[in-house]
């Protein structure tokens, strides 16, 4: 009789994909309203990749559902961040809104647009500091 395998199940890590939106020299801030732990820290808009969305995907419904715009989804900024001890990772991206579209924070406590200058005026969340470093590159 063969003997039995213990086939391991592949963690699979969750996906978090976030935007950066630059506009006029200036980076979307937001700052969180819920869970209470991170209430009041600050991000770039995004949320989790749900089964069968691509990141691209993912990332154009959230910036719909948080902050009311259309977008086209760039290239990646900076590195695959490990959030939740190795479960989940941060993925970013460059956004571009559509032509006429203003964000407003539907879903967040306040937005703030930071200049190169202004980048460490708000508490990001511990997560976004690598990408933080890659902005001054991008804010000329
Ligand atoms: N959106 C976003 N999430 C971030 C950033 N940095 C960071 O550590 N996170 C963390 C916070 C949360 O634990 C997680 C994102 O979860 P979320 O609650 O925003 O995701 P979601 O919109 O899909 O929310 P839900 O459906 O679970 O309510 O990633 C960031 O810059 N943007």
Redesign the pocket.
Known sequence: MPQKQHVKTPTSRRV?V?AVIIVDGRVLACE?SAPPE?AGRW??????VEPGETDQVALAR?CA??LGVRVEVGDRVGPD?P??HGR?V?R?FAVRLLEGDVPRALEHTSMRWLAKDELDSVHW????KP?VAELPALLT
């Not at 991000?43 to 989790?48: D, N, V």
């Not at 969340?125 to 976004?128: G, H, R, T």
């Open positions: 978090i976030a969180r991170v991000e770039f808009p995004g949320g989790k959230e559902e948080e961040v959030l939740a989940a941060l970013v969340l511990p997560a976004d990408i």
